[in-house]
């Protein structure tokens, strides 16, 4: 088992670019979630998924849209990438059964936007 | 909406000290609690989790309602301890949603 995988693992745009991250677990979850993480605000909720097919805002979702096509797969796109987007991005899954809950993470994308 | 506060960004302990990093937290039901740690260059991971009442690599946190708090403890420290810790929270019945205090960089001097 892989787990939870991401790609790419660094990337420099520039300001005004676009890209697409991919997320991708092989544990048959039904939950995903993709966070920033920035120095001093740990890690903050962009955007998560309750199933294939659905996603909803999370607490930091401003220039960021995702989609959940295949149930393994979860994408976080940036359509006009800002330097206030420069950060390290995270993606998790898991089961979802409350207190029993584990978020598995994977290894991160370091992102940075000239 | 709920809230993790975790007072200390750094924490520098002696190998053999005792170890307490605080957790506070602001909800007004049941929540779940965990902690999740980050070692230099490994992921994020499930560290302990309140409602399992374990101990894992000497490690243990207890909820206090009262104080609403879930301090992690460990008697005496080790250098394989230094990492980033998150305390993060979750309310039951909900959409599984992991909200992570700032956390806080131990660091064990040998």
């Known amino acids: 088992n892989a787990g939870v995988t991401q790609t790419p693992k660094f990337r420099v745009l520039k300001t005004g670019q676009s890209m697409t991250l991919l997320c991708a677990q092989d544990m048959n979850h039904e939950y995903m979630y993709w966070y920033r993480q920035d120095p001093g605000m740990g890690l903050r909720l962009i955007h998560y998924s309750v199933g294939e097919g659905t996603t909803a805002k999370g607490e930091v979702p401003d220039g960021y849209n995702v989609s959940r096509l295949k149930k393994q797969n979860f994408l976080l796109g940036l359509e006009s990438a800002a330097p206030s987007q420069t950060s390290v991005y995270f993606c998790?899954?898991?089961?979802?059964?409350?207190?029993?809950?584990?978020?598995?993470f994977g290894p991160g994308t370091r992102l940075t936007v000239l | 909406a709920q809230r993790v506060t975790q007072p200390e960004k750094l924490l520098s302990v002696f190998k053999g000290a005792p170890v307490e990093l605080k957790c506070n937290y602001s909800y007004s039901g049941s929540p779940e609690l965990f902690w999740y740690v980050q070692y230099s260059r490994q992921r994020l991971q499930l560290l302990l989790r309140h409602i399992s009442r374990e101990s894992i690599k000497g490690f243990t946190a207890d909820l206090n309602k009262g104080e609403t708090s879930f301090h992690l403890k460990k008697p005496f420290a080790q250098e394989e301890d230094s990492a980033m810790y998150y305390c993060a929270l979750t309310i039951n019945f909900g959409n599984e949603k992991l909200t992570f205090g700032t956390g806080t960089r131990l660091t064990i001097i040998p």
């Open positions: 998790a899954s898991s089961y979802g059964r409350g207190g029993y809950n584990e978020q598995f």
